[in-house]
């Protein structure tokens, strides 16, 4: 089955240090992943998103995640936090071979950023 | 320009009682998606469209749920006799064309079921 895998349910950090959040997926085929955000009491937008070009995607808001076929992972990086980056982030995949380009969400993390 | 439209933003039905959920799709866009976001199951797909057809039904939950696209545009998602299970925020989206990577999320209808 196909699927993805956030490992951090929850992540904290302090203003202007490093921000990661882990995501693996599994896939049979070359799939497109995807990193999106959910501010409270808002709708999902896409922060960036990965689709077989270059392996490291540069996003939105400074956000960039590095795809790695021999890890399947999808991890997304900011060097440094803002107190507005506190959110909801999900990774997500779409699959390619008879895409409907429905996607499958990962289980959300959520970021805390403390001043 | 507008991006995606649903109606109602709040919905409290009875256990029991038959709702009907509305997305206005970004204009132009052939794909459509309906997905929901629940605390225990976190955001799953439900269904989608190309054009007024729906290839892939494979995510509705029972034979309760149902859904229509007429016209290329909106398209409605409809729960007979709700349950309180069916309590989420159900999300519409929309894309130019099926894989084409980005879909474009409407705010969401908050469904809760007393």
């Known amino acids: 089955a196909q699927s993805v895998t956030q490992l951090d349910s929850h992540v904290s950090v302090s203003e202007g240090t490093p921000v990661l959040l882990r995501c693996n997926y599994s896939s049979s085929y070359s799939p497109s992943l995807f990193w999106y955000v959910q501010h409270p009491n808002k709708g999902l937008q896409l922060l960036l998103k990965y689709t077989s070009a270059a392996t490291l995607v540069k996003g939105i808001n400074g956000f960039e995640a590095e795809f790695k076929k021999s890890e399947t992972s999808f991890h997304l990086t900011k060097p440094s936090a803002h107190m507005s980056d506190a959110a909801e982030y999900f990774c997500?995949?779409?699959?390619?071979?008879?895409?409907?380009?429905?996607?499958?969400f990962g289980q959300g993390t959520t970021l805390q950023v403390k001043p | 320009g507008a991006g995606v439209s649903q109606s109602p933003s709040n919905k409290v039905t009875e256990k029991g009682k038959d709702v009907e959920l509305r997305c206005d799709p970004i204009s132009g866009h052939t794909a459509l998606y309906w997905y929901r976001q629940s605390l225990g199951q976190g955001l799953e797909f439900l269904i989608y469209?190309?054009?007024?057809?729906?290839?892939?039904k494979s995510g509705l939950p029972s034979d309760r749920f149902s859904a229509e696209r007429t016209g290329g545009s909106v398209s409605t998602l409809t729960i007979q006799r709700t349950q309180q299970e069916d309590s989420a925020v159900y999300l519409c989206?929309?894309?130019?064309?099926?894989?084409?990577?980005?879909?474009?999320f409407g705010p969401g209808t908050r469904l809760t079921v007393t």
């Open positions: 469209f190309q054009g007024n057809s729906a290839p892939d």
């Open positions: 989206a929309s894309s130019p064309e099926a894989g084409a990577g980005e879909q474009y």
């Open positions: 997500v995949v779409s699959y390619g071979s008879s895409n409907t380009g429905k996607l499958i």
